[in-house]
């Protein structure tokens, strides 16, 4: 059964992308890099210490394929490979992401109680000065509430790009918005997860090759968390 709704729930997003116009891209573009951070946070939720983040994608009409892998630089530090399936036409995108984390079931594993796959749909819209972004997971770890029912935990954030000082910034607040232990480790209800501010600069290594370097500050008002973390990207 889970293995059928993971995969109709694929179906039905590459459906959905596919009834949307193809954006005017003829040939497909490769990109391919690594960030190294002082620290994993993601949505407000510490998962690591300095990690190698690493990123290959391929877009073509629209439509992406991409691999995101991070793993600390200690033996014990889980590690991390997502899939994205993704579509995006001007300010909006749309796609599924396969979360999956070591350290327990197999990669292969897809049971209902044997995974450490989480299966997302997202959709957003880019309004410039504005990006709105939802995240629903649909299988695999879905997430539950206190009476054991499937809360198919969800998050939304918003993001504000702006330039100041010579640099480029972005402003985000993030939330879960109703109860699950996906998040924030189980608080009820509606909880603010992420606000966070980061700034990114090149830094001039040649004439021909720069260096990104960011830093970002973030708060997790519903765990009273705060971080700050660095990174160079390549």
């Known amino acids: 059964m889970k293995k059928r709704l993971v995969r109709n729930g694929l179906l039905i ?8 116009p193809a954006a005017a891209q003829d040939k497909v573009e490769a990109e391919v890099g690594a960030d190294l951070v002082s620290g994993y946070i993601w949505r407000g939720q510490d998962l690591g210490n300095v990690s190698i983040q690493p990123s290959l994608s391929l877009a073509y009409k629209g439509f992406s394929l991409s691999a995101w892998g991070s793993a600390g630089f200690e033996k014990s530090d889980t590690k991390e490979l997502d899939l994205t399936l993704g579509y995006g036409i001007g300010g909006f995108s749309v796609s599924v992401t396969d979360y999956w984390f070591n350290g327990g079931p197999g990669y292969f594993h897809y049971g209902a109680h044997d995974t450490n796959h989480t299966f997302e749909a997202q959709v957003g819209y880019d309004f410039g000065a504005l990006a709105l972004n939802w995240y629903t997971n649909f299988a695999g770890n879905v997430g539950y509430k206190a009476n ?49 501010i980061k700034t990114t600069k090149e830094l001039k290594i040649t004439g021909s090759w720069t260096l990104p370097v960011f830093a970002q500050a973030i708060w997790n008002p519903a765990t009273e968390g705060a971080y700050f973390v660095a990174g160079l990207s390549f």
């Not at 969800?154 to 330039?163: C, K, N, T, V, W």
């Not at 480029?168 to 909880?191: H, L, Q």
């Open 13 to 20: 997003a590459i459906a959905m992308i596919a009834t949307i």
């Open 148 to 196: 054991g029912e499937r809360a198919y935990a969800s998050y939304f954030s918003i993001e504000a790009p702006f330039r100041l000082g010579g640099l480029d910034w972005a402003a985000t607040v993030g939330a879960t918005p109703w109860e699950n232990d996906f998040y924030n480790g189980g608080k009820n209800g509606f909880a603010v997860s992420e606000v966070g």
